[in-house]
């Protein structure tokens, strides 16, 4: 708690309410557009968030007797080799295809608190390709100061349509388009077309909004015979 107090304000003295905080952290983990997982050394879930149970019931994931499993066993196997490096401290990253999509996990380990025993906690970030959100028109205009159709213009961009496609689609000229590409150029300070991607990409947006009546973050609880091993469990956050 004295870290988080440091963090806010350089004092102990700094007015702190750790409530807010942790629900703060609570919505970010639970409403992120990412899968995030926690598991132990043996790979057996401790925690899921809510991309991430999306995961399973879409099938890009499994459970077996309370562990996280690929569709295939070659993604099994990959899941447990990079859990086993994240418990070694390597960390390591593999791409999943037996579910129908690819799928990205990444993974890494959890430090023990201090003076506590190792019990090799590891952390896997779970990216679905095909799912990512990218930004609005309008959070271009707020974070970049483009002008509606220069937004347009950028969306079309990360849509994967060339500037012929987008003018057609805008109904515009392709000089006009050129025009718009070229202040799209001039507001980020980009100089290649690949880092206006990358700009344009990394534009901040909000994160998903809570449930009214507060925020569930899922568990899991004992293991059962449900949901292949574990049972879901809900703790409020109100």
Not at 81 to 99: C, P, T
């Amino acid at each position: 708690m004295r870290a988080w107090r440091l963090i806010a304000g350089g004092s102990d003295r700094t007015a702190f309410d750790p409530v807010l905080v942790e629900t703060a952290l609570h919505l970010l983990i639970e409403h992120f557009e990412q899968g995030l997982a926690v598991t132990d050394r043996c790979g057996r879930v401790q925690f899921l968030n809510r991309a991430a149970r999306a995961y399973l019931g879409r099938g890009l994931l499994r459970l077996e007797r309370g562990c996280l499993r690929g569709t295939k066993p070659a993604d099994s196997a990959a899941l447990r080799r990079i859990i086993a490096d994240g418990v070694a401290g390597l960390g390591g990253s593999v791409r999943l295809e037996g579910g129908g999509a690819p799928l990205l996990v990444a993974a890494c380990a959890i430090p023990p608190p201090a003076g506590a025993v190792p019990e090799g906690a590891v952390l896997l970030r779970l990216v679905d390709p095909a799912a990512a959100r990218l930004p609005t028109a309008a959070m271009l205009q707020d974070q970049f100061g483009f002008t509606p159709a220069e937004a347009a213009l950028a969306v079309d961009i990360l849509a994967g349509h060339d500037l012929a496609a987008s003018a057609a689609h805008r109904r515009i000229t392709r000089n006009t388009a050129r025009v718009h590409l070229r202040h799209l150029f001039e507001k980020t300070g980009a100089r290649r077309q690949a880092e206006l991607m990358r700009l344009l990409l990394l534009c901040p947006q909000p994160i998903a909004a809570a449930q009214s009546g507060g925020t569930e973050i899922s568990a899991f609880g004992p293991f059962s015979s449900s949901n292949g091993g574990c049972e879901y469990r809900s703790i409020q956050r109100s």
